[in-house]
């Protein structure tokens, strides 16, 4: 078990986004990897369209959920939750953002998608991004790479072929739109 | 060893389907629901027989659950915080009789409160029961506790109450999931009328009973707080359970103070342990309490001069206690000075009902047919009617009914009594609104009661109703009309309509009106499956939305009055376009525009 890596991440959305799912992709890939790993979600009234948030602490914690200035990263599907959901990152912290607006870990996320046809798509293709995006040194964002998230997909779609097809192409899109920007 | 990523919720019902449950029951609600259901899953670990049940409400589903333990099988009941209220009668009585097999009653508190009426703190039911409480930190921490609940509660003849809170039950945690796993047993109920019937003289002294059992809990070691620093010294000290607990632990890591203040984490807040107490005031100045929602622990730490918490006003009493709030509490007590960022107050979106859901159609039908009309209604996805302006009161399960009767009353003798309309669903109806419903017959009640019947339990995850005739691992079993449960109680007026056809549907609620004005209650079931449900049930891709014409001026009727999220006004406020991401296809919409000005899709 690799007990040095410590990664906080905030994912954050509408409901019906699908940020639960992006979280728990996250989370396998931890697992995977032979990582402790908690996540915190949201339900019930507050998943009706509301605003959503999760949290995702990979590494050795004791608490679901990250402090506000604690976040080493903030995966965020609706650009106007930047405002609510920014804080939680500690100064440094990334963000990679669906937005039509350009900038470092911008993707616009509803266009992609709108061209691959796959209005749902939308999480898996800022996840893609995320996942081959790198920072200034070149260090990946992620505690993970592209491919650990592409054998959890594999693993949780085995039986349903055309969705896992559209999932993977979708996190392949989003890859690409990554490497473009760098 | 294998891992898993577990929800809280499904990991306390594999430590009950490890520790030999032969009998889980509960009514779903917001942190609890996926408890029963995962338990449906996980039965098959097991090669006996359980029987898994979601039941028509909190308190029958507690009986079942205690009469299994009476029979000597270990069994379970979960529900939320507030669904406690409702069982309130049983575990008063159950707590002074006491139980044969192990009996956990699982209740998910909400401090937030993110998805609930109230922020209660169940262990407060626990103190007033006067049976003990578990208090788990993490989902891995939640299944250990179902195992030294049985354990505690078949020690001592007792039920026990385990109380997670949201981010228990909706935590996931990576949690190892291959433990031997302990077979039910055959029930085998021993008669004893003095005990299971008792009267009340007998009651006396079960409620004696009762007291020398909760004296020897609170000095059980299995449950006894953990030390989790025992090097540290000095004259403060600080007591967490639950979240908190957690929260705390990685508090006092960030600020240094691991090894320098003592830190207890109680397991077991009630009753709390007699010795620890002592301990407590003998060996401490200060003690600094961190607990969800009320002061339990606090308030019995005899001595008030030294305790700072919710009582004392040193820990807020309202809302969760998030991570930076133990932070910045912890820091203050060791007298550090530290920065604690905060999250701005930036107001989120809103929730709304889903794009085609048929509850969004039955409200509007139900404001244009009553403009003037007292709206009560009821808990469950169909509260957020009052974003169309059709909900005036909500107060717990089954009370629109009764409201609706009180409203009446209330405006009996006025020159100009105004019309009252209820609206219900499906399974708050079967609930708590049957015995409302009779009241409302018997005191001949004028009101209409508009029943929507979305044919599932959607607000908590699409669980099955009474109506649904199947049961929580999907067996089929019988299904209770509603039509026929309405007339049984003695309503005149009983119709049943679609209200996608919203013309019509508004047509019917004006004709229970005026029934109710001259008769008595008039009942409407607006009957449209779940759009979610639905779209899970057929896996049919949602219909092509309706196009939008060059008649729309941009009025802004639909977007306020029928507040659908798929209908968007532009920037310049000169036209609604519709979100073709969002829309589902219902093509209600079309109804609803004064001008006339959206069309079906050409190409269907």
């Known amino acids: 078990m690799n007990e040095t890596i410590r990664q906080q991440i905030v994912i954050s959305g509408v409901g019906g986004q699908g940020v639960l799912f992006v979280t728990r992709l996250l989370a396998e890939a931890a697992i995977e990897a032979g990582l402790p790993v908690f996540t915190s979600e949201t339900h019930g009234m507050a998943q009706r369209g509301g605003t959503v948030v999760s949290h995702l602490k990979v590494g050795p914690f004791a608490s679901p959920l990250i402090r506000p200035g604690q976040a080493d990263g903030l995966i965020c599907l609706k650009a106007e939750?930047?405002?609510?959901?920014?804080?939680?990152?500690?100064?440094?912290g990334w963000t990679v953002v669906n937005s039509q607006a350009d900038g470092p870990g911008h993707v616009d996320a509803d266009r992609i998608a709108c061209g691959l046809d796959d209005a749902r798509a939308v999480n898996l293709l800022v996840l893609g991004f995320a996942l081959a995006a790198a920072d200034e040194a070149g260090k990946p964002l992620l505690f993970c790479a592209p491919a650990d998230v592409q054998r959890v997909l594999q693993r949780r779609l085995a039986q349903r072929e055309s969705a896992l097809k559209r999932s993977l192409a979708a996190l392949a899109a989003g890859a690409s739109a990554a490497k473009v920007a760098i | 060893m294998t891992r898993k990523l577990m929800m809280g919720n499904e990991a306390m019902a594999l430590g009950l389907v490890e520790n030999g449950v032969s009998l889980a029951t509960g009514y779903p609600g917001t942190p609890a629901s996926e408890i029963l259901a995962s338990v449906a899953k996980s039965r098959r670990l097991r090669t006996d027989p359980i029987h898994v049940q979601w039941a028509v409400n909190e308190k029958v589903a507690f009986e079942i659950a205690y009469a299994g333990s009476q029979a000597g099988l270990r069994t379970a009941v979960s529900m939320k915080q507030v669904g406690l209220n409702v069982a309130s009668d049983p575990l008063m009585s159950a707590a002074y009789m006491g139980t044969a097999g192990g009996f956990v009653v699982i209740s998910a508190d909400d401090p937030g409160p993110h998805s609930s009426q109230t922020?209660?703190?169940s262990r407060l039911m626990a103190v007033m029961a006067k049976i003990p409480v578990l208090d788990?930190?993490?989902?891995?921490?939640?299944?250990?506790m179902t195992a030294m609940a049985y354990r505690l509660s078949e020690a001592f003849r007792i039920p026990v109450m385990l109380r997670p809170?949201?981010?228990v039950c909706h935590s996931r945690q990576d949690v190892a999931v291959d433990a031997e796993v302990l077979p039910g047993r055959e029930a085998d109920f021993k008669r004893d009328p003095l005990r299971w019937a008792a009267t009340p003289k007998f009651r006396l002294k079960l409620h004696g009973e009762l007291e020398e059992k909760l004296a020897r809990i609170a000095a059980w070691p299995e449950t006894a707080p953990v030390r989790h620093?025992?090097?540290?010294?000095?004259?403060?000290?600080?007591v967490a359970s639950g979240v908190a607990a957690a929260h705390a632990r990685e508090a006092l890591a960030s600020l240094g103070l691991e090894e320098e203040l003592p830190f207890y984490q109680v397991l077991q807040p009630f009753p709390l342990h007699t010795d620890f107490?002592?301990?407590l005031i003998a060996d401490y100045d200060e003690i600094l309490v961190l607990e969800e929602t009320v002061g339990v622990i606090e308030m019995q730490i005899a001595d008030r001069h030294r305790t700072r918490g919710k009582w004392t006003g040193a820990v807020p009493r309202v809302g969760e206690l998030l991570p930076e709030a133990v932070f910045a509490r912890i820091a203050a007590f060791a007298g550090r000075d530290v920065d604690v960022p905060q999250l701005p107050a930036v107001p989120g979106r809103r929730p709304t009902l889903c794009p085609g859901c048929p509850h969004r159609a039955s409200f509007f039908a139900i404001r244009k047919a009553a403009p003037k009309g007292i709206y009560t209604s009821d808990i469950g996805c169909y509260t957020l009617g009052m974003n169309l302006g059709a909900v005036d009161t909500v107060l717990c399960m089954g009370a629109a009914i009764s409201q609706a009767a009180g409203f009446y009353q209330a405006y009996r003798h006025a020159a100009k009594p105004p019309p009252v309309i209820a609206t219900i669903g499906d399974s708050t109806f079967f609930h708590a609104g049957v015995p409302a419903l009779i009241d409302a017959v018997v005191q001949q009640v004028r009101f209409v009661l508009v029943i929507l019947d979305n044919r599932t339990t959607a607000m908590t995850g699409n669980q099955p109703t009474p109506a649904s005739g199947v049961g929580a691992c999907g067996e089929p079993l019988n299904a209770v009309a509603i039509e026929p449960l309405v007339k049984g109680c003695g309503v005149g007026f009983c119709r049943t309509a679609d209200p996608y056809d919203v013309k019509d549907f508004i047509k019917l609620v004006k004709e229970a009106l005026a029934y109710a004005r001259?008769?008595?209650p008039a009942v409407v079931i607006a009957r449209h499956p779940c759009v979610l449900e639905e779209a899970r049930r057929t896996g049919r891709p949602p219909g092509p939305p309706p196009v939008v014409t060059d008649a729309c001026d941009g009025c802004g009727f639909c977007v306020e009055r029928f507040e659908c999220p798929a209908l968007v006004m532009n920037a310049e406020k000169t036209r609604v376009d519709i979100d073709p991401i969002l829309c589902v296809g219902c093509n209600v919409c079309i109804q609803v525009c004064p001008k006339g000005a959206i069309e079906e899709a050409k190409d269907r």
Do not use: C, K, M, V
């Open chain 1, 81 to 92: 939750n930047i405002a609510a959901h920014g804080p939680f990152l500690h100064p440094g």
């Open chain 2, 119 to 121: 922020e209660q703190d």
């Open chain 2, 136 to 144: 788990p930190d993490s989902p891995a921490a939640a299944r250990r």
């Open chain 2, 165 to 167: 809170t949201t981010r």
């Open chain 2, 229 to 238: 620093n025992p090097a540290a010294g000095g004259r403060r000290a600080l």
């Open chain 2, 277 to 279: 107490i002592d301990h």
């Open chain 2, 518 to 520: 001259e008769t008595g």
